[in-house]
């Protein structure tokens, strides 16, 4: 294995030293100073950021027309800007009021998940600075004791909704000093934005030292890069400015620069053809081999939402305005890419049924030279009249049917779906309830892969066999998606649907990472126990039906300038 140079800080100085296996920062620590537990912040709100950064832009972005469902939610963000952000969610009082204008009982759930939550904490020089995937007591711990980037979110979440942001501006910190790593695989050197999938603090009680130790891929089961992270970096840090209304960590020149070396990864300039991104799998949630290779839907909404982001936090000075300016054009493309060739609805499916091959030119209709024969037999059936969603992946001669939650939870959340496609994706999900949800929300993509095609498509991977863990497995985390998705549609009720199967058995069965089988009754074959992700998801879900300001956080407005594109997307008129 190649010598890694990395920079180690003891007493102050920094020195050179070699790492033959991982980029490691040591750290020498006196424990008697640790500091008391995290405080609950009381920040005064500020203006929101959005407000101040959407005037400052280049391009002058007017709200859309505002629907039934942003006003049903807007009122509640009114509220939002009375009171403190920091304010926390009501469970500790007997009864709450802004339970979506009915009475809201603080479910026992509620203090299990946040004892839970905190036995999680992460601690680098006295300070918190993320949660670990899972309370794991098994032998079998891999890297389930590592602060993974993507698990943090959901309680980074918490913690805001809780009026507790320290942790979350720590996290973004540390992880910002992670990038700056130098990180290779084997001789070669990945990209300087790249963030970690995950990190862990070493302690050495008798050298009295800490030392923290990042993974870039070169650890990671495949050796693939997390394309995801620096997308959920920039999405928190928009979430941390907005609930706190602080704005000067994202105006720090260090996350200036973090953003745009993130974004400069993706904004690259190379051979494509599509504004979508090009990704191996295993890059992102399904972080093993399970097809999503070529343009994955999780990666392309990420990608857009972040790009949304950043447009919201990065300074139009000298450094900030060229970067912006490509923002801009990509989002442009992205989106009118993403809604013309990723949507799929009865309409589109009739389309592609119908269509003709090998067409040359311009003029081309069936423009990826998709063949009708590789449509699959089950999504005949499974595309209700009503409803349509964001589709697997697009790329020549190939589309990936299957319907993968987070990403269109995210398409929801970052208005990548036009208002009618929010409704239709939310039209979908309840009229294929039994599919998606059936006895424990939330499927993270539908349907599995089953016996010629799993060998093929995961190469024989035994984890991913049918009906579990990423191949059709349910993940209660993605109730917090969902959460949100429903909030911002005005569907407050299927959340709540949704919640309740979660509350019949998360706590019972010692809150698993994953469920199995059809309808998600088992609990998955190597679920790790208490996976923090899944408690914080809950937690956060149960905050935003309680306040539903909190989804200003994690949600964006439609952008009028990013003109839907509705030519074929008719299914809500059927
Ligand atoms: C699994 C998941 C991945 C998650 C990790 C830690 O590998 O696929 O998304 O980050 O576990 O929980």
């Not at 950064?53 to 280049?58: A, F, K, V």
């Not at 987070?406 to 039209?427: F, G, K, V």
């Not at 917090?480 to 069965?509: V, Y």
Request: net charge neutral; charged share 25%.
């Amino acid at each position: 294995m190649s010598k890694l140079t990395v920079d180690t800080f003891q007493n102050g100085s920094i020195k050179n030293v070699d790492s033959s296996s991982s980029v490691q920062e040591l750290e020498e620590y006196d424990f008697s100073k640790l500091p008391a537990r995290p405080r609950n912040l009381n920040l005064e709100r500020q203006r929101s950021f959005e407000e101040r950064s959407l005037s400052e832009l280049p391009v002058g972005l007017s709200p859309h027309p505002p629907s039934r469902a942003d006003n049903f939610y807007r009122a509640f963000d009114n509220f939002d800007n009375v009171f403190s952000p920091s304010k926390r969610s009501g469970f500790n009082t007997p009864m709450s009021q802004f339970g979506f204008g009915q009475s809201f009982e603080p479910h026992p759930m509620i203090a299990e998940a946040w004892d839970n939550l905190r036995r999680t904490l992460v601690h680098f020089r006295g300070q918190p600075v993320g949660t670990i995937a899972a309370l794991d007591n098994s032998d079998e711990k891999l890297n389930y004791d590592q602060v993974f980037v993507r698990d943090f979110v959901p309680s980074a979440l918490a913690f805001l909704m809780n009026g507790e942001p320290e942790i979350v501006k720590n996290f973004l910190l540390k992880t910002l000093r992670l990038q700056s790593w130098e990180k290779k695989i084997d001789r070669f050197q990945l990209g300087e934005g790249v963030m970690p999938a995950s990190f862990k603090v070493l302690h050495d009680p008798i050298r009295n030292t800490e030392t923290l130790i990042a993974d870039f891929g070169e650890s990671a089961i495949g050796r693939v890069a997390p394309v995801d992270s620096g997308f959920w970096w920039i999405i928190l840090l928009r979430a941390y400015t907005k609930s706190t209304g602080d704005t000067s960590l994202a105006e720090k020149p260090e996350c200036q620069k973090g953003m745009r070396l993130i974004l400069s990864l993706c904004l690259s300039e190379g051979f494509d053809t599509f504004p979508t991104l090009l990704c191996a799998d295993g890059c992102c949630m399904i972080d093993r081999r399970m097809g999503v290779y070529g343009y994955p839907i999780e990666i392309q909404t990420l990608f857009f939402m972040a790009l949304r982001c950043a447009m919201l936090l990065i300074k139009q000075d000298a450094s900030g305005k060229e970067i912006l300016e490509r923002i801009v054009k990509r989002l442009h493309a992205l989106s009118y890419h993403m809604r013309s060739y990723f949507w799929l609805d009865l309409k589109q499916l009739n389309d592609i049924y119908r269509y003709k091959t090998e067409e040359y030119s311009h003029t081309a209709v069936n423009k990826f030279n998709v063949m009708p024969d590789s449509l699959p037999e089950w999504i005949f059936d499974f595309m209700p009249t009503h409803g349509g969603y964001f589709i697997g992946n697009v790329g020549p001669s190939k589309m990936d049917f299957r319907w993968f939650c987070l990403a269109n939870c995210i398409a929801i959340l970052s208005s990548l779906a036009t208002h009618e496609q929010q409704t239709a994706i939310m039209d979908l999900i309840e009229s294929r309830w039994e599919e998606l949800v059936g006895d424990m929300p939330l499927k993270v993509c539908y349907p599995a892969i089953e016996s010629h095609e799993w060998r093929i498509v995961t190469g024989c991977d035994p984890k991913n066999t049918r009906w579990s863990y990423h191949n059709g497995g349910s993940w209660p985390v993605l109730l917090w998606l969902l959460t949100a998705a429903c909030i911002k549609t005005g569907r407050p009720q299927i959340a709540r649907r949704a919640i309740e199967l979660a509350e019949a058995r998360l706590s019972k069965d010692g809150w698993p990472e994953y469920y199995d089988g059809k309808n998600g009754r088992y609990i998955g074959k190597q679920a790790r126990k208490y996976q923090t992700w899944s408690v914080a998801g809950y937690l956060v879900a149960k905050m935003m039906l309680e306040d539903p300001s909190h989804l200003g956080m994690i949600s964006l407005e439609e952008d009028k300038q990013l003109k839907p594109v509705l030519k074929r997307s008719s299914s809500w008129t059927f």
